[in-house]
Antibody
Framework: QVQLKESGPGLVQPSQTLSLTCTVSGFSLTSNSVHWVRQPPGKGLEWMGGIWGDGSTDYNSALKSRLSISRDTSKSQVFLKMNSLQTDDTAIYFC???????WGQGVMVTVSS | DIVMTQSPSSLAVSAGETVTINCKSSQSLLYSGNQKNYLAWYQQKPGQSPKLLIYWASTRQSGVPDRFIGSGSGTDFTLTISSVQAEDLAIYYCQQYYDTPYTFGAGTKLELK
């Protein structure tokens, strides 16, 4: 069955780079797109960006200068890298398949010194 | 970017009532090529990932109770929940997937009166 699971550090220092991994199973990354969505504590959902089946990417305009999404199809993994982190980047980070039906459980990332 | 405006931001209801949540997009989500509206509705309960309820503005995801009804076209959309049950207390989000960056509404919190 389709599964997605996010992993990464729970704590990142301000100005540092966040690296997250979404490990997927049950579907092909070359036939489906995977997207990252984040949610600050007590706030709404924000679409960050996605990587399509052909490997092309799209990003949220507000994050584009800091964000990079890539993948390793041989490992069924999608990566998120975002630099220059600030405290308002503290959030739960989710990965989801394009259809929106399947989501990971999310990983909480706190930006703090 | 397409802006999604949801209303109301919160709604207090009693079990058995019918509720309506509105979502307005800053541009049409109706693609003329297939006459489909690229609008989804999600339900999110505390501590959980979002759950897809409705896609193509009015198509219920498999397993979603038929008391959840999506309607609307173009720029104005509605999620109606008939005979609200206690398990429906959650935050509801609309999302457009007509164009990247995909964008969410700010959410509507359904609470008990």
């Amino acid at each position: 069955q389709v599964q997605l699971k996010e992993s990464g550090p729970g704590l990142v220092q301000p100005s540092q780079t966040l690296s997250l991994t979404c490990t997927v199973s049950g579907f092909s990354l070359t036939s489906n797109s995977v997207h990252w969505v984040r949610q600050p504590p007590g706030k709404g959902l924000e679409w960050m960006g996605g990587i399509w089946g052909d490997g092309s990417t799209d990003y949220n305009s507000a994050l584009k200068s800091r964000l990079s999404i890539s993948r390793d199809t041989s490992k069924s993994q999608v990566f998120l890298k975002m630099n220059s982190l600030q405290t308002d980047d503290t959030a739960i980070y989710f990965c989801t398949i394009a259809s929106g039906v399947y989501w990971g459980q999310g990983v909480m990332v706190t930006v703090s010194s | 970017d397409i802006v999604m405006t949801q209303s109301p931001s919160s709604l207090a209801v009693s079990a058995g009532e019918t509720v309506t949540i509105n979502c307005k997009s800053s541009q049409s989500l109706l693609y003329s090529g297939n006459q489909k509206n690229y609008l989804a509705w999600y339900q999110q309960k505390p501590g959980q990932s979002p759950k897809l309820l409705i896609y193509w503005a009015s198509t219920r995801q498999s397993g979603v109770p038929d008391r959840f009804i999506g309607s609307g076209s173009g720029t104005d959309f509605t999620l109606t929940i008939s005979s609200v049950q206690a398990e429906d207390l959650a935050i509801y989000y609309c999302q457009q997937y007509y164009d990247t960056p995909y964008t969410f509404g700010a959410g509507t919190k359904l609470e008990l009166k």
